[in-house]
């Protein structure tokens, strides 16, 4: 059972960044398609951003512009990252780190991470 690391996160003031990191347990046979969801209070979890294993990109309206993610391949572990800049209040919410195997097309989920944008 592949295991999703978060890490980052936290209080930060609007206007404000702060990076996001997820790291999988161990290597995805085949490769995978990585990315961020996000929940509010009383909302529906939304997608951030996801990124293929050929680094193709999608991004929600929302953070075009603003969040940037990347993705790290390694024989042993992938990694996504999730850089948020120019925060508002409203990207305050819990944010889950995804993978969807390639292979397999099993999907797993972080466990949440908070991130908290004061105005």
């Known amino acids: 059972q592949v295991q999703l690391v978060e890490s980052g996160g936290g209080l930060v003031q609007a206007g404000g960044s702060s990076s996001l990191s997820c790291t999988t347990s161990e290597s995805i046979f085949g490769g995978s398609t990585m990315g961020w969801y996000r929940q509010a209070p009383g909302k529906q979890r939304e997608l951030v951003a996801t990124i293929t294993n050929n680094g193709i990109r999608k991004d929600a309206d929302s953070v075009k512009g603003r969040f940037t993610i990347t993705k790290d391949n390694s024989k042993t572990t992938d990694t996504v990252n999730l850089h948020m800049s120019d925060l508002k209040p409203e990207d305050t919410a819990v944010y889950y780190c995804?993978?969807?195997?390639?292979?397999?097309?099993?999907?797993?989920w972080g466990q949440g991470t908070q991130v908290t944008v004061s105005s």
């Open positions: 995804y993978l969807r195997s390639v292979y397999h097309g099993s999907t797993y």
